[in-house]
C-alpha cells in the first residue's frame, strides 16, 4: 500500500501545476483547452461559468462542452476533428481543422459547420427528421415504419457554398428481407421554392448484390463493396462536393470504395442522413464547409 501511495502521489500535477492528454493530474481534472497549455483546475469549480462543471466540461473556455464523441477530452465544439484523436501531424492548411475531418487538407476556409455526435438523446435543436428516428445510447436509431419508407433526418447548413463534405458512422441493427431495396445514405439538400435536388452516397443492397452509389439527380455512379449491412462491420461513409463533382467513400470493417459523379453545380442547404428497409444506427453526423 506504501508502495502504490508513493507511485500515485509521484504522478501527475497538483493544481495550478501542467499536465496534459499523456499526464493526468494528482488533483483536479485537466483543463487540455487552456491557452497556455494543459492546467490541473478543480473538479468541482467552473473555469468558464458555464454551469458545467470542470469534470463534466471538455470545453473550459467557451459555453457548453459537455460532450465529447471521440474521447479525447476535447469536448466537440471546441475540436478541431471531433470524431477523431490530435493527429501527430498538425492542420498543414492552418484551418484549425484536423485529418480526417478536413476534406481539403492543402486549402484553408474550411470550418466544421454541423456536428452532432447524439449524446444529448433528443433531436438536436434546428434538425429535421421524420418520425422514425430515436435517439438513446449516444445514437440515432432509425427504425423505417415500411419497407418502402425512406426515413430522412436533416440538419441546416449555414454557409451559402457548393464546397461541402458530409461525414458519418453507423452500423446496421437489422435488414427487411421484405424491402426490394436495402439502402443507408449520407445527403447534402438543395432546398427552394422551387425543387428539392438531394444528393445522396452510401450503401444499397438490391437482390443480394452491395454496392456503394453516388446520385446527384443528374449522374450517378456506383462501385461493388463487399458485406454492407453486416451487423458485425462499423461502417464509416463520406459525401464531398466540389463545384460540379460530387464523390462518395465508404470504409466497411472487410471492404472499402468509392466512387464519383457529376452534379449541377448547386449550393447545398442541409446535410442529413437517410434509411430505407433496415434498422440503422448511426454514431454521428458531421459537415464542413468552405466558403
Ligand atoms: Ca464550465
Ligand atoms: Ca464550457
Ligand atoms: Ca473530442
Ligand atoms: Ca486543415
Redesign the pocket.
Known sequence: MTVLALVLSGCGADLGGPCSATEPCSEGVCDLTNPGGGECVDADGDEDGDGIPNKRDFCQHEMGGEYDEDLDGLGDICD?CPIAPPPAQA?????????PC?P??ST?G?RIVVFDGFNSGALPMGWKSTMAWTFQGGEAVVTPGSPTAVETLSAPLPLVSSHIAVLARWRVDRVDTAATENAVRITAIDQRPAGTTTIACGSSRVAGTDRLVVDTGISSAQDTVDGLFDPASLYRGALKIDGAQAQCALIADRDAGAAQAMTSGENMTQAGLAAKGATIRFGYLLAVQRP
Open positions: 478541431a492542420d498543414s492548411d492552418g484551418d484549425e481543422v484536423d485529418s478536413d481539403d487538407p484553408k474550411d
